[in-house]
């Protein structure tokens, strides 16, 4: 039996592929080597699924993923954010916005922007074929001729759609296998690279902050003693570095290879400049006879105040009114910067995305066709694009899953 369209990998872009193709009245065989599709899809956004960011304006939202994004520009027209979000509302999903104008279902439930998947895919009658491993593509002149699965089956279709994702993550089924077919198959692969990643950090006193979750912290970016970036939002401290929202954005611009002389300044109390917050601080210990580990209470989060407190090295038990200007000066600084060595980023296992993957100059940006093989087309991750945390990288998929999956099927040519 030959198919219209056989797409490999059921992630979002696979899946919204297969949905956007099937509509249309293509016969599609959607293949997955897990035993169901959309495992990574469910584990977005804390199981909730940040599913995209309601920035409706193609430009402003081009302008946050960086400058290659700009090959996005024709596919948003055809298919962005707003119209991802009727798309969803459409099929019965409500969704709500939450800060910095991340989407999430209403229900707070991946598992239900995966249902809304499912369910399409069964009324247009897509063939979905769980644990079936594609192992290769074979190639005839400029085309795919046929899929092989690791078990020896035979896939054939008139078009291709690749959506295998990048590699992280590998355990929900993200190995990176597509690279190495397109490389196969004459495409450029800019080198892959973990991305929105965790910190390790060098300090040995980091432990000691784990679970430490702060709200509207400033990270700033030091190569050596010259500032590269800075920017304010959540991080949470981990058993060897840190995490959250702000990390991760953060560490869109940190290259593995560099770490040399790379040092992060976590600044605690960012509304309060050196001055204000000293003058408070003097405060509230020139107000208390009590210990000065007690007296930090209501100043500081404990985990903070046991660390800053040994990294200053005041004897905690202090009577408060007899810290002297230095030390409190100490403690201020450690407060408004407090200084961590970049050990190195956590790799692929602990990384979000995948930065790299197929080069952007080898794909239709109005249809995502290879522009080495005729009848392949390419969406998702495995796109050289990727973007910061909010729902923009599910956005890459639903707009080029769609695209892919439209073009494919409008496609005559071949
Ligand atoms: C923990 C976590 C949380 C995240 N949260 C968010 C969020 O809230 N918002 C957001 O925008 N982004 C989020 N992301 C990023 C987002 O999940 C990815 O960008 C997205 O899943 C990529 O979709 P994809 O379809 O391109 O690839 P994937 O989701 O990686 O799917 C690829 C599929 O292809 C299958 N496959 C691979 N090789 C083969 C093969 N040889 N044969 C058959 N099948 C194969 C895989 O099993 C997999 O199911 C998160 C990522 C992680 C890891």
């Not at 290769?136 to 046929?146: A, M, N």
Request: a positive charge.
């Amino acid at each position: 039996m030959k198919y219209d369209i056989a797409i490999i990998g059921g992630g979002p872009a696979g899946l919204m592929a297969a949905v956007a193709s099937s509509q249309l009245g293509a016969k599609v065989v959607l293949l997955e080597k897990n035993p169901r599709p959309g495992v990574k899809l469910l584990l977005t956004g804390g199981g909730r699924c940040n599913l995209t960011n309601n920035l409706s304006d193609s430009r402003a939202f081009i302008s946050r993923l960086g400058s290659k994004a700009k090959f996005l520009f024709s596919a948003l027209t055809r298919f962005g954010v707003a119209d991802t979000l009727e798309f969803f509302h459409a099929l019965g999903l409500k969704t709500k916005v939450e800060n910095d104008q991340r989407v999430f279902p209403l229900s707070n439930k991946a598992e239900d922007v995966l249902a809304v998947f499912l369910a399409e895919l069964k009324k247009y009658q897509v063939k979905v074929e769980t644990q079936s491993e594609v192992k290769k593509l074979v190639k005839k002149d400029q085309h795919i001729e046929k899929i092989i699965l690791t078990d020896g089956r035979e896939i054939e279709a008139d078009k291709y759609i690749l959506a295998t994702g990048g590699k992280s993550y590998p355990q929900t089924g993200s190995s990176g296998d597509g690279y190495g077919w397109l490389k196969q198959l004459g495409h450029t692969v800019i080198s892959p690279a973990p991305s929105l990643t965790p910190l390790i950090v060098a300090e040995s006193f980091i432990k000691d902050l784990e679970g430490l979750s702060v709200e509207a912290a400033k990270l700033s970016l030091y190569q050596g003693a010259k500032k590269i970036t800075s920017a304010q939002g959540d991080i949470i401290f981990t058993a060897n570095g840190l995490s959250g929202p702000l990390t991760l954005d953060l560490s869109r611009q940190i290259d593995a290879g560099k770490l040399n002389d790379l040092f992060i300044e976590v600044d605690f109390m960012p509304l309060s400049d050196l001055e204000s917050l000293d003058k408070k601080l003097q405060q509230v210990l020139a107000a208390s006879s009590k210990q000065v580990k007690n007296s930090l209470d209501n100043f500081v989060l404990p985990k903070l105040k046991s660390v800053i407190l040994k990294l200053s090295r005041i004897n905690p038990e202090k009577k408060s009114n007899l810290i002297s200007r230095q030390e409190r000066l100490s403690l201020v600084k450690l407060i408004k910067g407090l200084r961590l060595k970049i050990k190195s980023l956590a790799g692929f296992e602990r990384a979000m995305i995948t930065k790299g993957g197929v080069a952007l100059n080898e794909v239709e940006p109005q249809t995502m066709r290879s522009k080495k093989i005729n009848n392949l087309f390419i969406c998702g991750e495995i796109l050289d694009l990727d973007g910061p945390t909010g729902g923009f990288n599910l956005q890459i998929c639903w707009t080029t899953g769609f695209v892919a999956g439209q073009s494919a099927q409008k496609d005559k040519s071949f």
